[in-house]
């Protein structure tokens, strides 16, 4: 708080005299004695001005997600079967933000210079200033590109449909991600746990260091061809190796219809997708938490090197360990009382306990998803066999819902960023590289450890369940989240526009193709139970469509 205290007097001291801000960021200069008068209509008009803007903008992403549906409901009753779901919400996204970027004219707001200043310590996060021996508080929105200094008012539009990134952790991601864990077949799922948890903690590092390395050499060769404008660290190649190491487990439960596979294999490819999603984020984190000692900040350390395993072992345990704790308390309170008398009490209760594990791993210094993860599968495990009947349908069917709209929601998001984002660095050298070193890295995961694995193994992985696996990996949700976190660096910016352009040309080849084979077409006399808007999301074995015992 004390630097904080020290960045606002500075800010203050600096600010105090400069009286042009006043073309900025006043609505006009007004005598002393109606001035009050007149500055509490204009706040309350601006008030009023940025509601009506945030309802518009909420709006936009519900007409979207509503046309989203539509359309999927068109797809499916007329045998549409090219496109998966959410490559549909990603093309919607992208219509809209196209129509935000460039179909709104630009006004300019002002057409004088803005007031120039020198602070030592670079921008603060809040400035305070004397206007006439009143004091103004204004909080930092972020940098405006100097090419578009006279498009404030297209600026701070584009900037309202940018959501807070915590938005995608707090709020999108735990119901994606508590999904996956409930409706995981449980009995397949802890038969093949040996499998997954190799493919998701060993598969998920090869990957990481297989793409760190290379895309650290894609880096290097564009310092060569003076490519580079600004640093790029090897920690950044690493880190970028992580958020593409997360595979999306949404799109596998599609392909699984088209591989006529048995349950133990169907565990083994979604239990692996979900799992190294769990790991992808630790492993970021521990990314950025490697910082060697001395001058060399960005060389090896292996003091550090260690200190940042130790954080990935600690955070992934303790993660588990709360979200299986809050599974098991769940299931004690469900069945030590007699909450079943009353279902909506039992099925709110779930809810919140199921959705507070993300806040308290994430409040405690641990990862929410794997937390949300784990607490997902113990109370598949436990607490559902304790909910009354109605209570088993309400929450299998209200984490559904959420899933599917939140997952919808975040890929046409990712649409509208495309167009809306204001610092996107385009480099082909980088994205084509991004590509290759993604495909290299899935390789190396998943064919050297299916050959390790089969060694022991009963039930071989087959070769065409291997490939399979190979172009499964397919780049969503989670991959998005972890790169829109933090877009303050020209790498961080560099790597978020990439992600981008992996996610969606992976969920249009790859999620289109396989969902062309995997969605059987409805009955042929109208809605039948399995086949409706309902039915919408995907007709699997296990929790998801079922109950959940194993």
């Known amino acids: 708080m004390e630097p904080l205290r020290s960045q606002r007097r500075t800010a203050a001291r600096v600010l105090d005299t400069l009286t042009p801000a006043l073309i900025l960021l006043s609505a006009g200069a007004v005598t002393a004695e109606d001035g009050g008068a007149m500055e509490e209509l204009t706040t309350e008009k601006e008030a009023e001005e940025s509601h009506r803007q945030d309802s518009v903008n909420l709006l936009t992403f519900i007409m979207l997600l509503t046309l989203t549906i539509l359309t999927i409901w068109l797809f499916k009753h007329r045998r549409v079967r090219f496109l998966h779901e959410t490559g549909l919400a990603m093309i919607y996204g992208l219509l809209v933000g196209v129509i935000l970027r460039y179909g709104i004219p630009a006004t300019s707001y002002h057409n004088k210079t803005p007031p120039s200043c020198s602070l030592k310590e670079g921008p603060v996060s809040t400035v305070l200033l004397n206007i006439s021996g009143k004091f103004f508080e204004y909080t930092l929105k972020g940098e405006i590109n100097s090419r578009e200094i006279h498009n404030v008012e297209q600026n701070d539009m584009l900037r309202k449909v940018t959501f807070d990134p915590e938005v995608f952790f707090n709020i999108l991601l735990p119901p994606i991600i508590f999904?996956?864990?409930?409706?995981?077949?449980?009995?397949?799922?802890?038969?093949?746990?040996?499998?997954?948890?190799?493919?998701?903690?060993?598969?998920?590092?090869?990957?990481?260091?297989?793409?760190?390395?290379?895309?650290?050499?894609?880096?290097?060769?564009?310092?060569?061809?003076?490519?580079?404008?600004?640093?790029?660290?090897?920690?950044?190649?690493?880190?970028?190796?992580?958020?593409?190491?997360?595979?999306?487990?949404?799109?596998?439960?599609?392909?699984?219809?088209?591989?006529?596979?048995?349950?133990?294999?169907?565990?083994?490819?979604?239990?692996?997708?979900?799992?190294?999603?769990?790991?992808a984020i630790v492993l970021s984190s521990s990314i950025v938490a490697y910082q060697p000692s001395g001058a060399n900040t960005h060389m090896f350390d292996a003091a550090?090197?260690?200190?940042?395993?130790?954080?990935?072992?600690?955070?992934?345990?303790?993660?588990?360990?709360?979200?299986?704790?809050?599974?098991?308390?769940?299931?004690?309170?469900?069945?030590?009382?007699?909450?079943?008398?009353?279902?909506?009490?039992?099925?709110?209760?779930?809810?919140l306990m199921s959705w507070s594990t993300f806040l308290l791993a994430e409040a405690c210094g641990f990862t929410g998803v794997v937390a949300v993860l784990f607490c997902g599968i113990t109370q598949a495990h436990y607490t559902y066999n304790n909910l009354s009947a109605e209570s088993t349908q309400r929450t299998k069917q209200l984490f559904e819902v959420l899933h599917f709209l939140a997952e919808n929601f975040i890929f046409s998001?990712?649409?509208?960023?495309?167009?809306?984002?204001?610092?996107?660095?385009?480099?082909?050298?980088?994205?084509?590289?991004?590509?290759?070193?993604?495909?290299?890295?899935?390789?190396?995961?998943?064919?050297?450890?299916?050959?390790?694995?089969?060694?022991?193994?009963?039930h071989k992985i087959k070769g065409n369940f291997q490939h399979m696996m190979m172009f499964a990996g397919l780049r969503g949700a989670m991959a998005f989240a972890l790169a829109i976190r933090d877009t303050a660096t020209y790498a961080r910016q560099m790597m978020f526009t990439t992600t981008l352009l992996v996610v969606f040309f992976t969920v249009w080849v790859f999620g289109g193709g396989?969902?062309?084979?995997?969605?059987?077409?409805?009955?042929?006399?109208?809605?039948?139970?399995?086949?409706?808007?309902a039915a919408v999301h995907r007709q699997l074995p296990g929790p998801a469509g079922g109950r959940a015992s194993g």
């Open 304 to 351: 550090a090197f260690f200190k940042s395993v130790g954080v990935f072992i600690g955070i992934f345990s303790g993660s588990f360990v709360m979200g299986a704790a809050t599974g098991v308390v769940t299931a004690l309170v469900t069945k030590f009382t007699k909450l079943h008398c009353f279902p909506l009490l039992e099925t709110a209760l779930f809810f």
């Open 179 to 279: 999904h996956a864990g409930y409706s995981l077949k449980k009995r397949h799922f802890f038969r093949n746990m040996g499998s997954i948890i190799t493919y998701a903690f060993l598969g998920t590092a090869i990957s990481c260091f297989v793409i760190g390395n290379l895309m650290y050499g894609v880096v290097k060769l564009m310092q060569v061809l003076g490519q580079l404008t600004d640093k790029f660290y090897y920690t950044d190649c690493l880190f970028f190796g992580a958020i593409m190491s997360a595979t999306d487990p949404v799109t596998v439960l599609a392909i699984f219809n088209d591989l006529h596979a048995d349950g133990d294999l169907y565990a083994l490819l979604f239990g692996e997708s979900v799992m190294n999603d769990a790991v």
């Open 514 to 533: 396989h969902h062309a084979h995997a969605v059987r077409p409805a009955h042929q006399g109208g809605c039948g139970p399995g086949s409706g808007p």
């Open 413 to 458: 998001y990712m649409g509208l960023a495309l167009f809306t984002f204001q610092n996107h660095i385009f480099s082909p050298i980088f994205i084509i590289g991004a590509f290759i070193s993604i495909f290299i890295g899935r390789a190396f995961n998943i064919y050297p450890l299916s050959f390790f694995l089969n060694l022991g193994r009963r």
